[in-house]
């Protein structure tokens, strides 16, 4: 089992930054992948930023060039720099995570944090 955490959620004006992260605990044999959502109240969940554990990265194209997610780090964290922030961002953040709880392919779970507001307002 993963227990996934998010922080690092706040108010800020528009062109303003922001830094999230989160991190994955628990027994498990391996983590996959890390990554971002968010989702606003009526709309469906949607991909912000994910990255592999070899390294590949998947960017919604409403966030590319100004998002960026970091390596998964020894300590099972990823960060997410999010820099000229726009109101459309609003939303409230999830972190996901992907991993083997044993060696076996079949093993392949997805976990999510609680997730974490981010306001962009003037």
């Known amino acids: 089992q993963v227990q996934v955490m998010e922080s690092g959620g706040g108010v800020v004006q528009p062109g303003e930054g922001l830094m999230l992260r989160c991190g994955a605990s628990?027994?498990?044999?391996?983590?996959?992948?890390m990554g971002w959502y968010r989702q606003v109240p009526g709309k469906e969940r949607e991909l912000v930023a994910t990255?592999?554990?070899?390294?590949?990265?998947n960017y919604a194209d409403s966030v590319k060039g100004r998002f960026e997610i970091s390596r998964l780090n020894a300590d099972n964290a990823v960060y997410l720099k999010m820099e000229i922030l726009r109101p459309e961002d609003t939303a409230v953040y999830y972190c996901?995570?992907?991993?083997?709880?044993?060696?076996?392919?079949?093993?392949?779970?997805?976990?999510w944090g609680q997730g974490t507001q981010v306001t962009v307002s003037s």
């Open positions: 990255r592999t554990r070899g390294d590949k990265t």
């Open positions: 996901n995570v992907i991993a083997y709880d044993t060696a076996s392919t079949y093993s392949r779970r997805d976990y």
């Open positions: 628990g027994t498990f044999f391996s983590i996959e992948e």
